[in-house]
């Protein structure tokens, strides 16, 4: 029985890890990445749809993004959608290809993304702080029902406190290693 708690609890940290590692990766570096197109979509024929699906998209130079959409009438959406997105680029289009150029990082931006990272940061550690309460919740409610013992809601304590001390150390890890290459480049 609490094993199967213990097991829900690994998977919900999992969930966060892996909801930051994809956020993460947003952060740009100086670099072009198409990932940071990743979540902007636009209304096409009623549904939302990502622009991955909408186009094809390159990285023909380190410091420049090209999208080529397959239906040419969506080319104005897809630029006011990363307009409206705040990715911090502006896109250039000619009608048949967008060009996002991804502008070098200066000493002030990537400060204020690395700040921006370690707030995120502090926002993912909350959230598992908070799943860490939620399962506390569930062993004590458990205890009290009779359902486990005290030494197995310790044990539980003891098992659930090591997930979040490991969690807490993979984001702490990811955030130095983002944090060293946005300083680096």
Not at 28 to 46: E, F, H, K, Q
Not at 160 to 167: C, G, I, N, S
């Amino acid at each position: 029985m609490i094993k199967d708690i213990l097991d829900a609890a690994k998977t919900d940290f999992r969930k966060v890890e892996g909801e930051f590692i994809k956020e993460v990766s947003k952060f740009r570096t100086g670099r072009a990445s198409v990932s940071i197109l990743d979540g902007i979509s636009i209304d096409y024929y009623g549904v939302q749809t990502p622009i991955h699906q909408l186009a094809s998209l390159g990285v023909p130079e380190a410091n420049l993004i090209i999208i080529q959409p397959w239906d040419n009438k969506i080319i104005n959406d897809i630029d006011k959608a990363i307009r409206n997105a705040n990715i911090g680029i502006s896109p250039v289009s000619d009608g048949k290809v967008i060009k996002l150029p991804v502008p070098p990082l200066d000493e002030q931006r990537r400060l204020e993304i690395v700040k921006m990272l370690k707030r995120y940061m502090e926002e993912r550690k909350t959230v598992i702080r908070n799943i860490r309460r939620d399962y506390r919740e569930m062993a004590k409610k458990m205890k009290d029902d009779k359902d486990i013992s005290e030494d197995d809601e310790k044990r539980f304590y003891d098992e659930l406190q090591k997930m979040v001390d490991r969690e807490m150390e993979k984001i702490e890890e990811m955030v130095k290693s983002k944090e060293k290459h946005i300083m680096e480049d």
